[in-house]
């Protein structure tokens, strides 16, 4: 062979090499996928919806989550990282729509380890009054179990959503294994829970700023302010 041409061959070679090694090939496609659920949905304006993205999968992959809540292509809420406003990264928040109207949510979930990757979910909602205070928005023809957590046999996550006693609605309306959280603010009731089996909470149990702010009070202070279940086994809690 021409000494030339082996001589070119093998300046070649070790270009292929030294390109191979300056630019590695891409790491394996590790692809993530945005899955939302906002409830209640419609809404009611002016009571907080949860945003639901914890079913994004993997979650072993997923290091970042962003909310955008009215479509104009700006992220409002984001936590990723080490930047968990809400105390942990679980791909839930939640958001008050002050306004009726339609709004389009967009999350967006990350694999940050690979730039890029990423991948986005859109919901509909759809927020109105509550003109009658009945705990529904206008136009619900359903009963309040339908808007509040379905007909499903599964347990659900449900909202204190709406209503003069938007608390006891929920118990009343909830399942076993369901789960009912309670947004901030107070709340005027007594109430009742003599359902087994359900969980009540915090919107946001993980930060203490809303938990603290997360207040029952009783309207009528001759009452309980929450009693828990029946007979002899009861347990009621009263202010001092």
């Not at 993997?58 to 989550?65: G, Q, V």
């Not at 309670?182 to 709340?187: A, C, E, H, I, S």
């Not at 009693?227 to 009263?238: K, V």
Request: proline residues 8%; aromatic residues 8%.
């Amino acid at each position: 062979m021409n000494k030339n041409i082996m001589l070119k061959l093998v300046v070649a070679g070790l270009l292929l090499i030294n390109s191979m090694i300056a630019c590695p090939p891409p790491p394996p496609y590790e692809p993530v996928f945005a899955v939302l659920n906002v409830t209640p949905n419609p809404a009611i304006a002016g009571r907080p919806v949860l945003l639901n993205s914890s079913s994004s999968f993997p979650a072993e992959r997923i290091t970042r989550f962003e909310w955008d809540f009215d479509g104009d292509g700006l992220y409002d809420y984001a936590e990723g990282g080490v930047v968990h406003p809400d105390g942990t990264l679980d791909g839930r928040t939640w958001h008050t729509f002050e306004e009726t109207g339609t709004y389009i949510v967009k999350l967006r979930v990350t694999n940050s380890s690979y730039v890029g990757w990423s991948d986005t979910a859109e919901v509909e909602v759809v927020v109105s009054e509550d003109s009658d205070n009945d705990g529904r928005p206008n136009g619900w023809v359903g009963t309040l179990q339908e808007y509040l957590r379905g007909t499903g046999p599964n347990p659900a996550i449900i909202i204190a959503h709406g209503g003069l006693t938007p608390i006891q609605d929920a118990i009343n309306v909830s399942i076993a294994g369901d789960t009912i959280l309670v947004p901030l603010g107070t709340y005027n009731e007594n109430i009742i829970f003599s359902k087994a089996d359900r969980m009540l909470q915090s919107i946001d149990p993980d930060n203490w700023e809303i938990t603290a702010k997360t207040i029952i009070k009783a309207n009528n202070i001759d009452n309980p302010t929450v009693y828990i279940g029946s007979g002899a086994n009861s347990i009621l809690f009263s202010k001092d």
